[in-house]
């Protein structure tokens, strides 16, 4: 799936965070990244909270989601360049201070541009995947949505693509792939709820199977 980069704008309110993270859920899940959302999340909110704190609210700020080669990028971008996030080197009894601690942790590499207009802080966060193209779910997600393309392809008698196709419409080509799959196996003989609870089941084993 293409994983054009996103940005949006917003005002440094700490009610604003909420909905960042509702949109870097969405943003992700549709990138086939849903295994990253809560780093993700945890990042962003960081970066904000410390502008909040540290620069003030209601300011306008930008956050920028995009892959860079195997990593997720997220660039929070503010006008202050007289205010560098800096780690703290709190106490076991602060109650703040630990926000950039955090995201250090979390994060493969952060950083902070300054810039005529402000300033960019920077996080990229690994993402599992072997290279810019592919998926997180590995072989066989690679393999089903090149399956549903060509069969797209066959539905409209193309030969090929114009442009990459978007998650609805992959949802809706997989809806009327798996109709017409039910037909072939109710014509042969087989009976479908049998053969989607033994589908179910593979999933099932492959998810318990799978190294967290």
């Known amino acids: ?10 005002p440094a309110y700490p009610e604003e965070v909420a909905v960042l993270r509702r949109v870097l859920q969405r943003h992700l899940r549709l990138w086939g990244l849903p295994h990253v959302v809560d780093a993700a999340q945890l990042c962003a909110t960081e970066l904000v909270t410390n502008v909040i704190c540290h620069v003030g609210t209601g300011g306008p700020v930008t956050l920028a989601t995009s892959l860079r080669d195997t990593q997720l990028r997220l660039e929070l971008r503010d006008p202050a360049m007289d205010s560098v996030p800096i780690p703290a080197k709190p106490t076991p009894d602060d109650e703040t201070g630990r926000g950039l601690l955090r995201v250090a942790a979390t994060a493969a590499n952060w950083g902070v541009d300054l810039r005529d207009n402000g300033k960019t802080t920077w996080v990229e966060l690994a993402t599992g995947l072997d290279s810019a ?5 590995g072989g066989r997600v690679t393999a089903a949505e090149a399956l549903l393309i060509l069969y797209r392809q066959q539905q409209h008698r193309t030969l090929h693509v114009d442009s990459p196709l978007s998650v609805a419409m992959l949802e809706d080509v997989a809806t009327h792939l798996i109709h017409d799959v039910l037909h072939w196996l109710e014509s042969h003989g087989f009976d479908r709820d049998t053969m989607l609870a033994r589908a179910e089941a593979c999933l099932e084993d492959e998810v318990a199977a799978t190294p967290r």
């Open 1 to 10: 799936m293409p994983a054009a980069r996103r940005e949006l704008d917003f």
């Open 133 to 137: 193209t592919a998926h997180a779910g």
